[in-house]
């Protein structure tokens, strides 16, 4: 066995994992929207992609320390001149970390192109959202039915009937909605959809009036207004009105960023709106 050869090729595999998992993570919904609806890919949940990524690159580390280390002496002659004279800021060194420093900043700025693929990530993510759906509240997966049944208004004792009458087996009222979902092979958002009843089904898609909902800054305005049944020139009208520049591409953390406002007020403005309605 030839122990260089062993690293180099660590080093090729695990980048070659890595950049798979890098893939899958870039594309996998948000970690609220991946729990509450259980999201699985090739058997593995959102968590254990991430466990995976943090190991792989953690080997991939220890296999780039190594091959460094076997090749110490070609890494220190890409550092001579010409004149074979050790220089460690010449021309290959330099255009290399200019071209990390690029990365670095323009990732920092958001400026393009480095925004526009964090954006498609965001948007891919968002697309996630609406095909799986999102929690009422972050992390709600996570609540015990009798915390969860109090922080939506419902009552318990009829959540618990709503639950059996469906087939749904629970040991008590503190388990979490993860636990009941996983032991009835069910996922946390179909626990949900079981327990809110139908007579709520119309109240919950209303929301707008109560708070905003998760994700909400990331949606355009747009959105906002194609997903709550709102008057999109309605609310530009509003909201110019009230000396606010927005547009109809615009995401609410744009508008609320442009405008020195925040989300919850610029929030606020299109709930009144809907009101007026």
């Known amino acids: 066995m030839n122990l260089r050869r062993v690293v180099s090729l660590s080093l090729l595999i695990s980048l070659f994992f890595l950049i798979f998992t ?10 609220r929207v991946a729990y509450w609806a259980d999201w699985h890919f090739w058997g593995l949940s959102k968590t254990e992609w991430a466990n995976l990524h943090i190991n792989l690159g953690v080997f991939f580390i220890l296999a780039g320390f190594f091959h460094t280390f076997y090749n110490w002496q070609v890494i220190l002659n890409y550092l001579k001149d010409k004149k074979k004279n050790f220089k460690i800021f010449n021309l290959n060194f330099n255009v290399a970390f200019f071209l990390t420093l690029i990365f670095i900043l323009g990732t920092y700025f958001y400026v393009p192109p480095f925004s526009s693929i964090i954006n498609l990530s965001e948007i891919i993510k968002e697309q996630g959202a ?15 039915l009798k915390i969860f049944s109090k922080r939506m208004g419902l009552d318990l004792q009829e959540s618990i009937n709503l639950l059996k009458s469906k087939g749904v087996s629970l040991k008590n009222e503190n388990q979490t909605l993860a636990e009941i979902s996983r032991e009835n092979n069910l996922t946390p958002q179909q ?9 709520r089904e119309g109240e919950e898609k209303d929301f707008l009036s109560k708070r905003p909902p998760l994700g909400f800054g990331r949606k355009t305005l747009e959105q906002i207004c194609e997903q709550n049944n709102l008057d999109l020139k309605i609310i530009l009208q509003n909201l110019s009105e009230l000396k606010i520049k927005s547009s109809p591409a615009q995401t609410i953390k744009e508008i609320a960023a442009e405008n020195e406002l925040d989300v919850s007020s610029v929030f606020e403005i299109i709930a009144k709106s809907k009101k007026k309605n």
């Open 22 to 31: 890098s893939i899958i993570l870039y594309l996998v919904p948000q970690g």
């Open 130 to 144: 609406l095909k799986y759906g999102e929690p009422p509240y972050g992390h709600a997966e996570l609540s015990s």
């Open 191 to 199: 626990v949900y959809t079981f327990i809110k009843g139908e007579k």
